[in-house]
């Protein structure tokens, strides 16, 4: 999980948002500062390119072993283009027609009904926090369609107000991490069912005049305890 905020991205410039909720995938292509070797080969490898370069690899080492062949090797674009179609559409990711069979109904529905849950208590804290009494908050999750390979998600937490995208703290962070994609809901689970139910982006909304009094008054007290 890439959480996206100012605080954890190379690139800010790619942040600026128009409208909410901001999508990144195949639009833009964010670094992280700093960030695991993990994370880092995960975000290189959605770079479609370098994947078609790798995808047709066989061809180019072809022409450096049966040279004479090089020219017609590399004027056969039909082969190539049918090894790219099942790299990317057999090999890595499941077919649009068996995607159903990744999850049933009543899972997938218990999944997004946990993820609306997590997702709005994680932004009740957050509103309650920062003192916001006005305007909407998303919770915005982005994952790469890629089910073969490590599962990649962008999640942010946007604002209408703006629009901009929060610059999480540190305790915010640690909150998103511990809370939003935990067992029996982990990435792949949501990944499954984004896949299954045609979900491109998830977007959970908050009203922050919906934040109860309760939890206003929790945060208050947390921040007090904390200075002391």
Do not use: C
Request: avoid cysteine; charged fraction near 25%; charge should be positive.
């Amino acid at each position: 999980m890439f959480l996206i905020s100012r605080s954890t991205v190379l690139n800010r410039g790619a942040l600026h948002i128009r409208r909410v909720p901001r999508k990144f995938m195949g639009r833009t292509t964010l670094w992280p500062r700093g960030g695991s070797f993990g994370l880092w080969a995960r975000l290189i490898f959605e770079v479609e390119f370098l994947r078609y370069f790798a995808a047709l690899s066989p061809f180019v080492v072809a022409t450096l072993i049966w040279r004479e062949y090089a020219l017609a090797i590399a004027q056969a674009p039909i082969p190539m283009l049918i090894l790219i179609y099942l790299v990317e559409g057999r090999l890595l990711r499941v077919p649009p027609g068996q995607r159903h069979t990744l999850v049933s109904e009543a899972e997938a529905e218990r999944g997004l009904d946990l993820l609306r849950d997590r997702a709005r208590k994680i932004l009740t804290k957050i509103a309650a926090g920062r003192g916001v009494e006005a305007g909407r908050l998303h919770l915005v999750i982005e994952q790469s369609e890629m089910l073969r390979v490590p599962a990649l998600s962008l999640v942010s937490v946007q604002s209408e107000d703006g629009p901009d995208i929060l610059d999480l703290s540190r305790d915010e962070r640690a909150l998103v991490e511990s809370t939003l994609l935990q067992p029996p809901l982990t990435e792949r689970e949501l990944q499954k069912i984004g896949l299954a139910r045609k979900i491109a982006l998830h977007d959970i909304g908050l009203e922050a005049r919906d934040v109860s009094a309760h939890a206003r008054l929790a945060a208050m007290m947390a921040a007090r305890s904390g200075a002391q």
